[in-house]
């Protein structure tokens, strides 16, 4: 018996099953909806300005792009490394089982990745590549001849095309975000067994609590980017975002609200072992983290910031603060519902622990190294096609 296992029996409260003492499930599981919720959350801070129109939010389109696609390439890392097999992750593709929600994923992601992101984030950049292929020598100039395709034309013609191109792909992406997300929140809700998971709202709160965590990370790393790069904040797009933060908050904690009582009104089996389950076992990361941290006060302080009461040199650093909270509480909600909803044991009347190794193959060292590479990525990503540059100028030559 391993020594993590053995532990873990140590900590066993009540009368489980067997095969409920260790948690399978551990902290990779629930970084993987966390990852994908901030790419579904950073797609729809770039329909903002393709779709809706909110011109405001302009300067973080194509960050949002970037962003999105620096997460999405990581999104399968977590569940790669807890099966420990990576030379299997392609049977999904080659052997599918249609039937299964799990396998759906693959086919969802290949289709936001391959489908939708990557030829809108195309498109819209073909002007800026086929320019850069031009100005450009050494290896970055190959790279960028290598991204032109082959087709060099920037007519006025042909870039128009590509901006219909672009508004197709991200009508077609919205949904599609919303579903890589909301499908995670589906598998959870599906799990009749377990009273924690088991909530035709749970796959809303996903998408929802996805959203916020998405304007949360654009909004931080347009801040931070902006500082390292010595220019002004643009004050109307940070505004306007922190709003979009602040209503997407206020709807999500409505959600959640709507669904515990629920819970508590129904007083279904398993409600007493819920009750136990938020007042001792996961009270620190449910009540104080989640709830009180990671929402009640990040909504405060940007409903103070919206007061208009600090200048906008102290609103910035109200906002830092508030994102930084907000991404925490968000996955403090991850690790809630997949952490949670396996150390209450299936009887009702019992409790496994879960005990996180600091090395291995299901370690905390090994999910942060899988948190940071989006970053690393997304930095390279931004050094190649940087987002600030020559943003939509024929967009701005239709206008004049």
């Not at 590479?373 to 206008?399: C, D, G, Q, S, T």
Request: aromatic share 14%.
């Amino acid at each position: 018996m391993s020594e993590i296992l053995w532990e873990a029996l140590q900590h066993v409260q009540g009368y489980i099953y067997p095969n409920e003492v260790e948690v399978n499930w551990s902290v990779l599981i629930a970084l993987y909806p966390y990852i994908t919720g901030l790419v579904a959350g950073a797609f729809i801070v770039a329909s903002l300005e393709r779709i809706f129109k909110v011109e405001a939010v302009k300067p973080t389109y194509r960050l949002a792009l970037l962003t999105a696609l620096a997460f999405l390439l990581c999104a399968p890392l977590p569940l790669v490394a807890h099966l420990g097999h990576p030379e299997r992750a392609l049977e999904i593709m080659m052997t599918p089982h249609l039937t299964s929600a799990m396998a759906g994923f693959g086919f969802v992601y290949a289709w936001y990745l391959m489908a939708v992101l990557l030829i809108e984030l195309y498109f819209d950049y073909r002007r800026d590549i086929v320019m850069w292929a031009q100005e450009k020598t050494g290896l970055k100039g190959m790279i960028y001849r290598i991204l032109t395709l082959g087709d060099y034309n920037i007519s006025e013609k042909a870039v128009r095309s590509d901006n219909k191109i672009v508004n197709i792909v991200t009508v077609i992406g919205l949904p599609s975000a919303a579903f890589l997300h909301g499908y995670v929140g589906f598998i959870f809700g599906s799990v009749k067994a377990n009273p924690w998971w088991n909530s035709p709202l749970m796959p809303i709160i996903f998408l929802f609590s996805a959203m916020v965590s998405g304007i949360a990370l654009v909004l931080l790393i347009y801040i931070v980017s902006s500082y390292i790069r010595g220019v002004e904040l643009d004050r109307a797009c940070t505004d306007t975002l922190a709003n979009y933060l602040l209503y997407s908050y206020l709807l999500d904690l409505s959600l959640e609200f709507m669904e515990l009582a629920h819970l508590f009104y129904t007083q279904e089996e398993g409600i007493d072992a819920i009750r136990y389950l938020i007042s001792e076992k996961i009270f620190w990361t449910f009540v104080v983290i989640q709830i009180f941290l990671g929402t009640l006060v990040p909504i405060f302080l940007l409903l103070f910031a919206r007061t208009g009461l600090v200048r906008f040199s102290i609103r910035k650093y109200i906002y830092i603060f508030a994102t930084v909270l907000t991404l925490i509480g968000v996955f403090a909600m991850r690790w809630n519902v997949v952490i949670g909803g396996q150390i209450l044991s299936k009887t009702y009347m019992g409790y496994t622990t879960y005990i996180m190794p600091l090395f291995g193959p299901e370690s905390v060292l090994l999910a942060v190294g899988i948190w940071i590479l989006p970053f690393i990525i997304l930095a390279v990503l931004i050094k190649l096609l940087p987002p600030w540059e020559h943003p939509h100028e024929w967009e701005r030559a239709e206008l004049e």
